[in-house]
């Protein structure tokens, strides 16, 4: 992104905002896409969300915790033993 866009829009009945065509264009949003929405100091942050991104994380962190769980041994078994 180079320069800074900007734009205003109208808040529809159901709460709605259209984001301009130009905003989405720049970012890449297309539609059925996702959008993280954030309050911040200045007011309200909306950012692409990439959910693929998100998974592939989760994956990873499941790839991890699989790879130190003891074979044969289910998550409630684990629990108990760890209670114990």
């Known amino acids: 992104m180079g320069m ?5 829009s109208k808040i529809g009945p159901k709460g709605q905002i ?3 065509k130009k ?3 720049e970012l890449g949003l ?3 896409g996702m959008v993280e929405e954030r ?9 692409p969300f990439d959910a693929d991104k ?6 990873e962190l499941a790839a991890r915790v ?4 003891p074979k044969g041994l289910d ?10």
């Not at 699989?66 to 769980?69: F, Q, R």
């Open 66 to 69: 699989s790879a130190k769980w």
């Open 4 to 8: 800074t866009l900007t734009a205003v």
């Open 30 to 32: 297309k539609e059925g």
């Open 54 to 59: 998100l998974m592939k994380s989760f994956d």
């Open 23 to 25: 905003l989405r264009d």
């Open 18 to 20: 259209v984001l301009k």
């Open 75 to 84: 998550s409630v078994e684990a629990v108990r033993r760890e209670r114990r």
């Open 39 to 47: 309050i911040t100091n200045e007011g309200i942050l909306i950012r």
